[in-house]
């Protein structure tokens, strides 16, 4: 059998080996981390409580609607440069540094500004956004260079530098819980990890021969950087907003403990997305190259991972439906047992998060940038609208039917609106009536 395999393997395509092995590290990788992950976060959840767990997912949703601001979006179109101009590779990293460097400053004042509104009496809070939202002026060096490896298929590299300083900051962590330590020193820990991760990144980026000394900033190119990328600004904040924006509507509405039992399903609802990044990460390079061979098989290779994510789908939600509330309760303890309703419906949102892995690489090949910041837009909208009216009546359990209501407008119902966007539309309802087996049936 091992014999059989690996012939197999050997007559397949050097492309499509080098494929396998970038997705074998970055899957090995995401496994190892959404486990220890998730095992952590059942222990901190345990030992903080309710509430002070509440307390923390809350600045961290904020902190991550900031952070994705400073990214700007941008990390498809240097994905795409570093595929097309290797030689300019350090112009190109360099200049998207730049210009996400002031993006991640502007992000860490409005972030302040934000939380000091929203909790005025809440000195708690604001120390935790605050601490937090510093990680935002150390994420620039690591999401470029994350992206150069994606670039040249070696995610490796980057997985072995972000994971070193993964499993350092885990086991702070679990000293943090043995020595019974604050609140505020977990916070403080997110902040020690992102800088961890930039130094180790360096470090791997150096050994591979590659110089950060030689990264420059080029003006044209960050004007034109920035003027393809300002609607994916607002995309990525409208995102954000109705990824995170749920939790801090419960934090506003409701109360911390709402907040705690809501995380507590969404960690779960989206612990398989480690999965999905693998592999579209992996293949995106390819995409990327087959759209300037042919549109025919730049949409076929779509629709097979599309194929592949839905089957991904289908394969996690099903059981997870029925079986929510006991998986809440071996995780993080009875006293989350009423989360287990929101993992019920909550798991369905997670297909067009998927698939929105997939549609990040069509808008930035056909910069459909302007597209992407309007759907964005209408889903951040119906995602406020919603938990505006269901979070005073359900409490979490709304904020939960907003969530799968306005993805399904936002990230499948839109593109149908929108003519030049209905071609990948009908990509996703293919995948979502399992295409894949209807394809091996006519083969």
Known sequence: MLNKLNSTIKNLSPNIRKILANMSWLIGGRILRAGLAVV?????????????????????????????????????????????????????LGTAAFVQFISGIVSFCLLIGVIFWLRPDDPTARMIVLIMSSSLLFQTLPDNIDTWFQSQVQSKYSIISSYTAFLIATLGRVVLIQIQAPLIAFAVLILVESVLATITCIVAYQITGQKIQKWHVNKQRAIKLVKVSWPLIFSSLSVMIYLNVDQIMIGQLADSHAVGIYAVAVKLSENWAWLVLAITRSVTPYIMEAKQISEKAYYQKMQKLCNLLALIFYGVAIPTTFFATPIVVFVFGESYAPAGVILSIHIWSSIWLFFGNVRQIWVAAEELTIFAMTASFIGAAMNIGLNFWLIPIYKELGAAIATVISYLFADYIVCFIYPPARKFGWVMTKALALNIFVQDKQK
């Open 40 to 92: 952590v976060a059942a222990w901190m959840a345990r030992y903080l409580g309710v509430e002070q767990f509440g307390t923390l997912n809350y600045g961290f949703a904020l902190a991550a609607i900031s952070a994705n601001i400073a990214q700007m979006g941008i990390s498809h179109f240097v994905l795409r440069d570093s595929v097309n101009e290797p030689s300019n590779r350090y112009e190109v």
